[in-house]
């Protein structure tokens, strides 16, 4: 009797453990440009989204593990930049720490009405690597089109919002 409330509750413990991984998610991150101002701050990703078809809404971005499993999940994200639209000659700039040096993938949205919803007849989105996205896809890539790596400073790179 004493062995099988000790293995249940040696399940227990790792059906807790099996699911912390599933329920974790990055921090809400402010967009702090100093970070990315000296390449000794890294790692992190300097972002240049361009191509706002309109000065409303807001801006979401976020990176991501370059993996399979976590690219584009729920929940999975590292960290997110949520902030109003105020794009300068239709271009805004994040700076966005990652963890370590590796590979990563970012992934933005442009929420024109700014009601926390897509709208994909309205609303904008692009990756790192500016990959195609089309019905077909549903405007999500596959991670090997969007993963990128990040070094040990700060890389820069552009991504460009498209629109459906």
């Not at 990652?98 to 919803?117: E, L, S, T, W």
Request: proline share 7%.
């Amino acid at each position: 009797m004493v062995m099988v409330k000790v293995a249940v509750g040696l399940m227990s413990v790792a059906a807790m453990i099996a699911a912390i991984p599933a329920m974790a998610h990055g921090q809400v991150i402010p967009n702090d440009l100093e970070r990315c101002g000296n390449s000794r701050n890294g790692p992190a990703v300097l972002v240049d989204v361009r191509g706002f078809a309109a000065e409303t809404g807001k801006v979401r971005v976020q990176s991501y593990p370059a993996t399979k499993s976590a690219w584009l999940s729920k929940g999975e994200w590292l960290n997110r930049i949520d902030i109003p639209v105020r794009p300068s000659n239709g271009t805004m700039r994040f700076c966005m720490p990652v963890p370590q040096p590796g590979k990563y993938g970012i992934a933005v949205r442009h929420d024109r009405d700014g009601n926390g919803k897509t709208d994909i007849s309205r609303d904008g989105g692009g990756f790192s690597n500016n990959p195609s996205i089309n019905i077909f896809n549903l405007g999500k890539p596959g991670v090997e089109k969007a993963a990128f790596y990040a070094g040990p400073g700060v890389t820069k790179i552009t991504i460009t919002l498209k629109y459906m």
